[in-house]
């Protein structure tokens, strides 16, 4: 009487497709999920606190860019590239009054590794009627937003290299 072993699960010893065995080169594009993960991220910076008032990201108007899983010689590399818009909506004391402001943050392009480097600017819709000097206090209130979309933008490389 023979018994039937049933057969060892060996891990594969390559990553990626089955048809790249050997590893070799492999580039598959992660646009959709990055897309929606940086505008999911990001939307979670909710609001923030200043000294004259408070805003928060309302929407991410503009994410372009590209995301990539790259198989090299067997290795596993993450990259990508991305331009940003967010819109932004507040309250702050203008004077003795509470205005309402709104505007937007431009993320000019950014890349893997890159986030230590990351800048903001700061614009004011058009149509508010504001002092020179209220506009700039409210686009330098405006820049604490760096901190946490850097912060969240780290998450993003984080979950990309785990892909």
């Given at each position: 009487m023979t018994q039937n072993a049933a057969p060892l699960s060996v891990p594969p010893t390559h990553l990626g497709s089955v048809w790249n065995r050997a590893g070799?080169?492999?580039e598959k594009s992660v646009n959709k999920w990055a897309n929606d993960r940086i505008k999911e991220l990001l939307i979670a910076v909710g609001s923030q606190e200043f000294s004259g008032g408070r805003a928060e990201v309302a929407e991410v108007t503009r994410c372009s860019g590209d995301a990539f899983l790259v198989i090299v010689r067997n290795k596993k590399c993450v990259g990508y590239t991305y331009e940003l818009t967010i819109k932004v909506e507040g309250e702050w004391l203008v004077g003795?009054?509470?205005?309402?402001?709104?505007?937007?943050?431009?993320?000019?392009?950014?890349?893997?590794?890159?986030?230590?480097?990351?800048?903001?600017?700061?614009?004011?819709?058009?149509?508010?009627d504001l002092e020179q000097q209220d506009k700039h206090r409210i686009k330098q209130d405006m820049k604490i937003f760096l901190q946490p979309l850097r912060e969240k933008l780290l998450q993003f490389e984080k979950e990309l290299k785990e892909l």
């Amino acid at each position: 009487m023979t018994q039937n072993a049933a057969p060892l699960s060996v891990p594969p010893t390559h990553l990626g497709s089955v048809w790249n065995r050997a590893g070799t080169w492999e580039e598959k594009s992660v646009n959709k999920w990055a897309n929606d993960r940086i505008k999911e991220l990001l939307i979670a910076v909710g609001s923030q606190e200043f000294s004259g008032g408070r805003a928060e990201v309302a929407e991410v108007t503009r994410c372009s860019g590209d995301a990539f899983l790259v198989i090299v010689r067997n290795k596993k590399c993450v990259g990508y590239t991305y331009e940003l818009t967010i819109k932004v909506e507040g309250e702050w004391l203008v004077g003795t009054e509470k205005e309402v402001v709104k505007g937007h943050l431009d993320i000019p392009k950014f890349s893997f590794g890159e986030l230590d480097d990351l800048q903001i600017e700061v614009k004011l819709n058009e149509d508010e009627d504001l002092e020179q000097q209220d506009k700039h206090r409210i686009k330098q209130d405006m820049k604490i937003f760096l901190q946490p979309l850097r912060e969240k933008l780290l998450q993003f490389e984080k979950e990309l290299k785990e892909l």
